[in-house]
């Protein structure tokens, strides 16, 4: 019975890495103005995020959060016709305006 349980267990978790991978689209710009950041990175900050703001509801937002290095990180991505997110800005460590931004989002509510 574990190991049956063990085995569906690897198979959702595995579905949910695949399904939620294709949420997430990292734009190559990203990648030339900071060759630093690698997809897995900017995926992993944008999946677990700390705090957003809603720039215009249900098409931008801008979010911070943690690489798997440990990396604070700003990103800003759009909302694709097909459900994705396009993470189009990201950078490493956030700059003071992003932080006065989500700041004063998060004393709004949103």
């Not at 990103?75 to 990201?90: R, S």
Request: aromatic share 12%; proline share 4%.
């Amino acid at each position: 019975m574990l190991e049956c349980l063990i085995f569906y267990y690897q198979i959702v978790v595995e579905y949910y890495r695949k399904d939620w991978r294709l949420m997430v689209r990292i734009h190559q710009r990203v990648h030339e103005r900071h060759p630093e950041l690698d997809d897995g990175d900017v995926e992993a900050a944008w999946e677990s995020y700390c705090f957003a703001a809603v720039r215009i509801p249900g098409e931008r937002e801008m979010r911070t959060g943690y690489d798997l290095h440990g990396r604070y990180i700003e990103m800003v991505g759009v909302l694709l016709a097909d459900g994705a997110w396009l993470v189009y800005h990201a950078m490493t460590p956030p700059s003071k305006k992003t932080l006065r931004e989500i700041e004063n989002a998060r004393r709004r509510g949103y």
